[in-house]
């Protein structure tokens, strides 16, 4: 699921980009709109909704969707009190207010520093899709054999630091200059 995040995160503003020079500001969202009527369409003819009714004897796993927990008493409090719940849920949150920040001021920023049309600044945002979509699968495996999420997390960190700094770039970075690719290396980097 994380995969497909990032592949439509890649072709999202390069399509839309390519869209939006070729019939303007709602083309790209009726042809967005259109492919989304037709899956589901096509999703409520193909889906089969007894396939979750037969079990199968032996074991079952949550992936399966068919693995029966007892529910468990708990509360968001109690939740919330686990560092391994909280510390991820603050990460999360001022990552994604950094990327949701970010989003709709990088349009202006490229086009009015670089000239970009909107092609090419879709372009440049799929950069950041792009590598998490190639990514996640990797982080994934490795988590799976043992890598330490807290060295995931601080390693995540460090990225979205050296990514957002390099988007200008900051003032603390004026050695660097500002260009499309140093704004391209942050959008990959905080992928």
């Known amino acids: 699921m994380e995969t497909s995040f990032g592949i439509g995160m890649t072709t ?10 070729f019939k303007g500001f709602y083309f790209p969202f009726v042809v967005v709109g259109g492919i ?13 909704k007894d396939s979750n009714v037969e079990e199968e004897q032996g074991e ?11 529910p468990v008493d ?38 009015e520093n670089f000239n970009l049309n909107s092609t090419m ?3 440049l945002f799929s950069l ?12 994934g495996i490795l988590l799976d054999r043992g890598v330490s999420p807290y060295f995931t997390m601080i390693l995540g960190v460090v ?12 003032r603390y970075l004026e050695f660097i200059p500002k260009s499309p ?10 992928g």
Not at 60 to 70: A, F
């Open 159 to 170: 990225c979205q630091i050296v990514g957002l700094s390099l988007l200008g770039p900051a």
């Open 128 to 139: 950041e899709g792009l590598t998490y979509a190639a990514f996640s699968p990797l982080w």
């Open 12 to 21: 999202g503003p390069a399509l839309g980009g390519i869209l939006y020079d």
């Open 181 to 190: 690719y140093t704004t391209g290396i942050g959008l990959f980097i905080l």
């Open 121 to 123: 600044s879709g372009i």
């Open 60 to 70: 079952s796993s949550v992936e399966d969707g068919r693995l029966s927990v007892k």
């Open 36 to 48: 989304m009527v037709f899956c589901s369409i096509v999703a409520a003819f193909i889906i089969d």
């Open 74 to 111: 708990t509360t968001y409090c109690k939740l919330f009190m686990q560092a391994a719940i909280t510390i991820p849920f603050i990460i999360l949150i001022v990552s994604e207010m950094s990327i949701a920040w970010f989003l709709p001021t990088l349009e202006p920023f490229l086009s």
